[in-house]
């Protein structure tokens, strides 16, 4: 179950079946947060382009409102941005999010760069998902253009996809 809308030519994403790029980066609060430290859980890496942005808060608003698809599922979010550890912590405040905001600060858009998402022109990350099942595998990947959100609706059947196997 794959969609990808629209990757960056020169960097390929990981797909459908591939093990997902391990990563390690600091969380809001500075803790380092690992990919595999997640080893037996589903995740849902989440890269958005910036903190306080108008699409990009209304996407995490909606995975903050609807959180319990997610736990149901036995998945993780972790969320994915260039900007740095105090500008997420400034960020998940101000928006109460309750899931771990990562900063691909330094070197600038390294993960994303990995993952395929990085917009080396703008230096951000576009908005990716990586839904990657308990043994570290990806099992959905969507990568949108600049400026067109995410359907919420794909979390959902993508997360009940990865229930039922």
């Known amino acids: 179950m794959t969609e990808v809308q629209q990757a960056p030519a020169f960097v390929l994403a990981p ?28 995740v849902v890496v989440v890269f958005f382009p910036f903190a306080f942005s108008g699409i990009c808060t209304g996407e995490l608003c909606e995975i903050r ?14 969320a994915i ?3 740095s550890k105090f500008a ?3 960020y998940a405040e101000h928006e109460q999010f309750g899931f ?38 990806v099992q959905y990947v969507v990568i949108n253009p600049r400026g067109q959100a995410r359907d ?6 993508a997360l009940s996809a990865l229930a039922g196997q």
Not at 65 to 78: E, M, P, Q, R, Y
Not at 105 to 129: C, I, K, Q
Not at 152 to 157: D, G, L, N, S, V
């Open 15 to 42: 797909q459908v079946g591939q093990l997902a790029p391990d990563f390690e980066l600091l969380n809001q609060y500075g803790e380092p947060v690992r990919l595999t430290d997640f080893q037996g859980r589903n």
């Open 100 to 137: 771990d905001l990562l900063a691909d600060f330094w070197p600038h858009g390294a993960v994303a760069r990995n993952y395929g998402v990085f917009d080396e022109a703008s230096g951000m990350a576009l908005r990716g998902t990586f839904i990657i099942d308990a043994s570290g595998l």
């Open 152 to 157: 919420f609706a794909e979390y959902r059947r």
């Open 88 to 90: 997420q912590r400034a």
């Open 65 to 78: 409102d609807n959180i319990a698809a997610f736990k149901d599922s036995n998945a993780t979010v972790l």
């Open 81 to 83: 941005s260039v900007d």
